[in-house]
């Protein structure tokens, strides 16, 4: 059973479009995120959600909106695409928010790429 | 403010050769430290951790010390396999924040040639 599964994998797209990437986790975990992973491997936090709630908002471009319906489901939805968001995009969940020590679980990544 | 530096690489090593990726950081309160491995296509996923001073984290035949005198956890290995080639990691969460968030250093590659 996969852990922390993404859709889709590979996503290419144009410039100005909007887009969506889902993420879900089995694990019965309370806290989920997205993590942009760019060419040169580094790894940035974007968002962080807590049953639901939104605890980390990362500088990010308003262009994208995390959305949780279910604590098992975070979906990351991009307007007007760029070409500086081609990247790799993570998910990721834990057990609980705060907690030093607890492992974070990653999803496969899905590889955007703007054209 | 929390960071974490780790020697850039690539790090290119033949087979069975000992491995030393380091690891530095800085953190405002109380980190617990985390190597994760990404492996060519894949996400990531946890090597080893320690939560306090002195602590040593392994798995796989890797290890780290937690050191908080010299605020290092470097990641060693001492006979590495071509199945190791990947990219690794070191991260920290600081326990004097709230949320739980990692930080993560620059990444490392390495190859292992046969």
């Known amino acids: 059973d996969t852990a922390v599964s993404q859709t889709p994998k590979y996503l290419v797209t144009q410039m100005g479009n909007d887009k969506s990437i889902k993420c879900e986790q089995n694990l019965g975990h309370d806290t989920m995120y997205w993590y942009k992973q760019d060419s040169k491997k580094f790894l940035k936090i974007m968002f962080s959600y807590n049953n639901k709630e939104l605890i980390i908002n990362e500088t990010v471009p308003n262009r994208f909106s995390p959305k949780s319906p279910d604590k098992a489901h975070l979906n990351l939805h991009i307007n007007s695409l760029e070409l500086g968001d081609s990247a790799v995009y993570f998910c990721?969940?834990?057990?609980?928010?705060?907690?030093?020590?607890?492992?974070?679980?990653f999803g496969p990544g899905t590889r955007l790429t703007v054209t | 403010g929390n960071s974490v530096t780790q020697m850039e690489g690539p790090v290119t090593l033949s087979e069975e050769a000992f491995l030393t990726i380091n690891c530095t950081y800085t953190?405002?309160?109380?980190?617990?430290l985390f190597w994760y491995v990404q492996y060519p296509g894949e996400g990531l996923q946890l090597l080893l951790k320690?939560?306090?001073?002195?602590d040593k984290g392994s798995n796989k035949g890797f290890e780290a010390t937690y050191r908080k005198e010299t605020t290092s956890f470097h990641l060693e290995k001492g006979s590495v396999q071509v199945s190791d080639s990947a990219v690794y990691f070191c991260?920290?969460?600081?326990?004097?924040?709230?949320?739980?968030?990692?930080?993560f250093g620059r990444g490392t590659q390495l190859t292992v040639w046969p």
């Open positions: 320690a939560t306090k001073a002195d």
């Open positions: 953190a405002t309160g109380y980190p617990s």
């Open positions: 990721a969940s834990s057990q609980e928010e705060g907690l030093a020590g607890n492992e974070q679980y």
């Open positions: 991260a920290l969460t600081d326990r004097g924040s709230t949320l739980g968030r990692l930080y």
